[in-house]
């Protein structure tokens, strides 16, 4: 689905906006940009859900645990890399 946020909601999301989703800050253009949404103007939901799938899916987000047990594993037990 087509996200829209607050500036404040995108703070820590590694998104872009206007890319990923859309950002408004004040009540009018909120209300605006939802419009748009509803009114099917904007539809950045493929967009959104590639950029969570790939940034914030367990997969994705676990990565870097696989990387690190390969590197424990090539060091052996009880030695830390």
Do not use: H, N
Request: with cysteine; hydrophobic share 40%; aromatic share 4%.
């Amino acid at each position: 689905k087509t996200v829209v946020c607050s500036p404040q909601g995108l703070e820590g999301i590694d998104a872009e906006p206007g890319q990923d989703l859309l950002v408004a800050g004040e009540p009018d253009e909120f209300a605006a940009t939802c419009g748009r949404v509803l009114r099917g103007e904007v539809d950045l939901g493929v967009a959104a859900r590639r950029c969570m799938l790939a940034r914030y899916d367990w997969a994705a987000c676990l990565s870097v645990l696989d990387g690190l047990y390969d590197d424990l594993d090539r060091v052996g037990p009880g030695v830390t890399p």
